[in-house]
Nanobody, 125 residues
Framework: QLQLVESGGGLVQPGGSLRLSCKFSGDSLKFWHIGWIRQAPGKEREGVSCISSSGDGTMYADSVKGRFTISRDANDNTVYLQMNSLKAEDTAVYYC??????????????????WGQGTQVTVSS
């Protein structure tokens, strides 16, 4: 049974940084694309970034390009999201999710089959 557990959220001031972690278990990351999807109150889910099952493909939403970086440690089955220059509009619950690696890589939330419980990120002074 696949399981994803996020950690690393919290309260940070505008311009600050956070690193989110997603611990993946139940299979190897080599077979799964991993995405970070966020949802702010009253808004739809938004795909933020994703990394391919091979680890050499990444995608970013325009809203976070140049500020967020996704990476992974395949040996530890962990995916990271480094978030720099945070803005108030980055405030949301951040979820990591898994999609079968045989499918195309994408940011759409509907493409992900397994989800973590989410971690809250609040950017405020």
């Amino acid at each position: 049974q696949l399981q994803l557990v996020e950690s690393g959220g919290g309260l940070v001031q505008p311009g600050g940084s956070l690193r989110l972690s997603c611990k993946f278990s139940g299979d190897s990351l080599k077979f799964w694309h991993i995405g970070w999807i966020r949802q702010a109150p009253g808004k739809e889910r938004e795909g933020v970034s994703c990394i391919s099952s091979s680890g050499d493909g990444t995608m970013y939403a325009d809203s976070v390009k140049g500020r967020f970086t996704i990476s992974r440690d395949a040996n530890d089955n962990t995916v990271y999201l480094q978030m720099n220059s945070l803005k108030a509009e980055d405030t949301a619950v951040y979820y990591c999710a898994a999609a079968w690696g045989g499918n195309g890589l994408g940011l759409g939330a509907l493409g992900y089959d397994y989800w973590g419980q989410g971690t809250q990120v609040t950017v405020s002074s």
